[in-house]
């Protein structure tokens, strides 16, 4: 899919079955990706540097610093793909919390920078 990132060193796929089926690709590296990871990303699924604004897509990705989740169904709404990115956007968001209560220091001064 992205030669230019190397070899993942680990990749999962979960299809699903149906009108709201698709898939969700997950890749992780070992070291991080480059800094134009999500806009080379971006130029595959939607031909532009980044998500078309406002638009939904059949295709839409997340990235960390060493992993890539993509979501692509045949319906830009499927309730299938909006559950599991309610899920782990819920996770993302309960483990940033858990770690600015563990690192009270580093939370603020990543708190101050995000103004």
């Given at each position: ?31 991080p ?5 999500r ?9 532009a ?47 940033a919390?858990?770690w ?6 580093k ?9």
């Amino acid at each position: 899919m992205l030669p230019e990132f190397g070899a993942p060193l680990r990749k999962e796929a979960h299809a699903f079955d149906g009108s709201d089926g698709g898939t969700i690709l997950y890749f992780e590296w070992s070291t991080p990706l480059p800094l134009e990871a999500r806009k080379k990303l971006c130029q595959i699924l939607y031909k532009a540097d980044e998500k078309p604004t406002g638009k939904d897509t059949n295709d839409e990705c997340m990235l960390g610093d060493t992993w890539v989740m993509i979501w692509s169904f045949k319906k830009p709404l499927s309730k299938v793909k909006e559950a599991h990115q309610k899920y782990t956007f819920e996770t993302v968001g309960r483990e940033a919390q858990k770690w600015m209560e563990a690192n009270p220091e580093k939370a603020k001064k990543f708190q101050q920078n995000a103004k």
